[in-house]
């Protein structure tokens, strides 16, 4: 679980919709939430990067975080977002559909992940929480933005 704890277990979550599923990442790895902005298309790089933007002077990669995480496309709307995400060194933006709210999640509350949830690969997964009624997925942003791994040219 790459999620900080607190002093009483609880791990503070941004929770985010895809489709009709819910998702989370850890409050710590989010720097800002971004309405739709134009995206720069880039020659040459993998289809689930959308693009590039610039935030205040500094240009950043955009991920569809749908193509990425290998769901069905969906146009964009007046609630998609642009989450800025930062894992270790690298600063990127991650497409989804809308942001819901920020919650805290008791440590025991979260199991980890089967080989797929929802359609997405375990791998890309950090575990799934429980709270009252409803499941999130939790991500895991070291994979689905490369720091998993040796980072190759293609």
Same mark, same amino acid.
């Given at each position: ?53 610039? *935030?205040? @002077? ?6 569809? #975080?749908?193509?990425? /995480? $290998? =769901? ?52 890309? *997964?950090? @575990? ?6 409803? #499941?999130?997925?939790? /991500? $895991? =942003? ?13």
């Amino acid at each position: 679980m790459s999620e900080k704890t607190y002093a009483d277990g609880e791990v503070q979550l941004v929770v985010f919709k895809l489709g009709r599923e819910e998702y989370g990442i850890g409050i710590l790895q989010v720097q800002e939430i971004k309405r739709m902005t134009d995206i720069t298309r880039v020659p040459h790089t993998p289809q689930y990067i959308k693009g590039v933007i610039n *935030l205040r @002077g500094s240009v950043l990669p955009v991920l569809d #975080l749908r193509k990425r /995480l $290998n =769901l069905p496309a969906q146009d964009d709307c007046d609630a998609t977002r642009i989450i800025i995400v930062k894992v270790e060194d690298i600063t990127v933006g991650m497409i989804v559909d809308s942001v819901s709210e920020v919650t805290a999640l008791n440590q025991d509350h979260i199991e980890l992940p089967s080989t797929v949830v929802g359609g997405v690969a375990a791998n890309y *997964l950090s @575990g799934v929480g429980k709270q009252d009624d409803r #499941l999130l997925i939790l /991500l $895991n =942003l070291n994979e689905i933005i490369g720091t998993g791994q040796d980072n190759k040219a293609s």
